[in-house]
């Protein structure tokens, strides 16, 4: 939790026990294994690390992260030229003027 903390890898409202179950999972999966820490002061703590299957995998997720982005992107840089270019109010304007639609005859893909 401390060195997910640190990179900020969690959210504000992470659900411990879910986020341990995921990691036994995962462990079971052969994603993650996990050892004991031991601990002079204190409770022992569980220390996961990443199995070579788990890198596997987190590469396979993090392409798919990337395209996904990309596509994202490439949506919200259109959606914006074609709004900007509609001389209509953006989407905080308070007026009550009609938007053209994004897609449609004028706007085809």
């Known amino acids: 939790m401390?060195?997910?903390s640190?990179?900020?890898?969690?959210?504000?409202?992470?659900?411990?026990?879910n986020l341990y179950r995921t990691l036994r999972r995962m462990e079971?999966?052969?994603?993650?294994?996990?050892?004991?820490?031991e601990q002079s002061t204190g409770p022992n703590k569980r220390i996961y690390r990443v199995t070579p299957n788990g890198d596997e995998?987190?590469?396979?997720?993090?392409?798919?992260?990337?395209?996904?982005?990309?596509?994202?992107?490439?949506?919200?840089t259109e959606f914006h030229r074609i709004a900007d270019n509609t001389g209509q109010p953006g989407?905080?304007?308070n007026s009550n003027s009609t938007r053209e639609p994004f897609l449609g005859e004028d706007n085809p893909i």
Do not use: C, H
């Open 91 to 93: 989407p905080g304007s």
């Open 57 to 76: 995998s987190l590469m396979f997720w993090a392409a798919a992260l990337e395209q996904r982005t990309s596509m994202i992107y490439n949506f919200l």
């Open 2 to 4: 401390e060195e997910l």
């Open 6 to 17: 640190k990179r900020k890898l969690l959210g504000q409202d992470v659900d411990v026990g």
């Open 28 to 37: 079971g999966e052969g994603l993650v294994e996990s050892t004991w820490s």
